[in-house]
């Protein structure tokens, strides 16, 4: 993979990181973020986990925003355990978009870009 094509990924995991961060800001009643209103129903209003059980979501949110962190900083320093911590934390955003669509389907596109690019680029190097 070239530099730049290494910096652009960089830059794309790390940016959806930090999107996660604004659920886990707006979840955990942290802050405001515009366009994210804070509810405590998931599953388009069907399942109202309470105060208490959107917290812990918001903290999820937060370990999926580490994590692809975490993983961009692996991949760009060439260390050998960042494509299976971005593949388990690409499916663990899956789930948590999957729960809360209505305001994270762009998440959802995203992470299955990630995904598909990732099994790509092993298919193809073996």
Do not use: C, E
């Amino acid at each position: 993979m070239s530099k730049w094509m290494l910096y652009l990924a960089g830059f794309v995991l790390i940016s959806h990181g930090l999107i996660h961060l604004m659920d886990a800001t707006v979840y955990m009643r942290l802050g405001d973020v515009t366009g994210f209103a804070y509810k405590t129903t998931l599953l388009g209003g069907r399942w109202d986990v309470g105060a208490a059980g959107i917290s812990l979501f918001g903290a999820l949110w937060a370990v999926a925003a580490i994590g692809f962190i975490a993983s961009s900083v692996g991949m760009l320093t060439g260390s050998s355990w960042w494509q299976p911590v971005l593949i388990a934390v690409s499916v663990f955003s899956l789930v948590l978009t999957g729960l809360d669509s209505s305001l994270a389907f762009a998440g959802i596109i995203v992470n299955l870009v990630i995904l598909v690019l990732l099994f790509w680029s092993r298919r193809s190097s073996l």
